[in-house]
């Protein structure tokens, strides 16, 4: 009997590592705009280091003047941490008429993202560098994961639309959709891929041409989990709610329903490990390196 006893508590002990191995293996950190409390958002220097620290390259989609994809959260030039091309500020007027899509990249290039102390990330490195097109920053960081010998790297690719924003600030929902997974087919990464939204028309596109790619519900507001949901016509692959609306509940009912939760943007460290705790599939973050 000790015998049986002993090999079958071996075996559970046995098992529960593997499931704990198992769960850090597939539990999704992500550095949201590639970790911006570390490096300037949404830059190339940015998806390095998420490269560096192993996690998920979460980033956003505007466009220029051409219709390139660019990576940038903001569809103008945003003078909190923009400088003009001559190291000069740029006002907030200044700024908000910068409309990235009524500019051609070459003028877009020359705008420094990096350089200006940015006092909500006083531990961001400070470096001259531009907003990226899509198709380059995917060049260099496949590169720079190979020449490391790191794993390919995963991204996470936010579509920057609304309905108010179409052909003024964007491409329409479809135009943008396929103008983005051109490139991502071009570049052979859309099997690493994620397409998350705040905006139901692109994921709903997304279901209907690119069934195979993974996609994300990305929702900010007081709706339940099941009123969250009815809003789109299919089940998302990851429900991706402000971390402030998760509760056990909310988690519980995701993976009931066979959806991964993923919640934005964790960055206090006590916070990280109770949202954790509740069972998120993964977490994205300003701060990364503190998954």
């Not at 529960?16 to 992500?30: E, S, V």
Request: some cysteine; proline content about 7%.
């Amino acid at each position: 009997m000790t015998y049986k006893f002993t090999k079958a508590l071996t075996i559970a002990i046995a098992t529960l590592i593997t499931q704990t191995a198992t769960a850090q293996q597939t539990f999704d950190k992500q550095g949201h705009r590639g970790g911006r409390g570390l490096m300037p958002e949404n830059t190339i220097a940015a998806m390095k280091k998420a490269v560096d620290l192993g996690v998920t390259l979460e980033m956003d989609i505007s466009f220029s003047e051409e219709k390139l994809p660019i990576v940038s959260h903001d569809q103008y030039l945003n003078p909190k941490f923009v400088l003009k091309p001559n190291g000069d500020t740029l006002t907030k007027a200044d700024g908000k008429a910068l409309r990235l899509y009524n500019m051609p990249y070459g003028i877009i290039k020359t705008y420094d993202v990096g350089s200006k102390y940015y006092p909500q990330f006083p531990e961001q490195q400070k470096m001259k560098v531009n907003i990226p097109l899509l198709s380059a920053l995917i060049d260099t960081v496949e590169a720079y994961a190979k020449q490391k010998g790191a794993k390919p790297p995963h991204y996470n690719i936010e579509t920057k639309t609304s309905p108010k924003g179409d052909n003024i600030e964007h491409p329409g929902p479809k135009e943008f959709v396929d103008l983005l997974i051109g490139v991502l087919k071009d570049k052979k990464v859309l099997d690493r891929v994620i397409i998350q939204s705040f905006d139901a028309r692109t994921l709903e596109i997304m279901h209907l041409q690119y069934p195979q790619v993974p996609t994300a519900w990305l929702v900010s507001n007081k709706l339940t989990l099941n009123e969250n949901l009815a809003t789109l016509s299919f089940k998302p692959t990851i429900y991706s709610p402000d971390y402030k609306m998760v509760t056990r509940d909310v988690v519980d009912g995701c993976h009931a329903k066979g959806i991964k939760i993923i919640p934005w943007t964790v960055n206090d460290p006590e916070k990280i490990k109770e949202i954790k705790a509740l069972g998120v599939d993964g977490i994205i973050s300003d701060y990364p390196n503190r998954l």
